[in-house]
């Protein structure tokens, strides 16, 4: 399995960006997916998560409203669409899949997550 996320970049505040998460080696429609974010000198945080099932989404109360998690079955891919970027969104942001089918309380948790991908950085300007 592998997960390579691209799409970030320098924004100003306001603006918008669309993040991708292309996979290869699995069928991400089959499982559970999220975005983490990290900014320096802080643990990696939450952002949101598409279940498999009913693709039911969750989002950090800090993005609910701004930030929108989508799945395209046919090109194997996660998006997260984040719009009114504030300066506090910057960090690197990394998807990660879950083969298993994680209880509520486990799906902001990163340990819940076995795969990976690499990162990548949003920087917002204000």
């Known amino acids: 399995v592998q997960l390579q996320a691209s799409g970030g970049g320098l924004v100003q505040a306001g603006g918008s960006l669309r993040l991708s998460c292309a996979a290869s080696g699995v069928t991400l429609g089959s499982y559970g997916m999220a975005w983490f974010r990290q900014a320096p000198g802080k643990e990696r945080e939450f952002v949101g998560a598409i279940r498999r099932s009913l693709n039911t989404k969750y989002y950090a109360d800090s993005v609910r409203g701004r930030f929108i998690i989508s799945r395209d079955n046919g090109k194997n891919t996660v998006y997260l669409q984040m719009n009114s970027l504030k300066p506090e969104d910057t960090a690197v942001y990394y998807c990660?899949?879950?083969?298993?089918?994680?209880?509520?309380?486990?799906?902001?948790?990163?340990?819940?997550?076995?795969?990976w991908g690499q990162g990548t950085q949003v920087t917002v300007s204000s």
């Open positions: 990660a899949l879950t083969l298993g089918s994680p209880i509520m309380s486990t799906i902001r948790d990163p340990g819940t997550y076995e795969y």
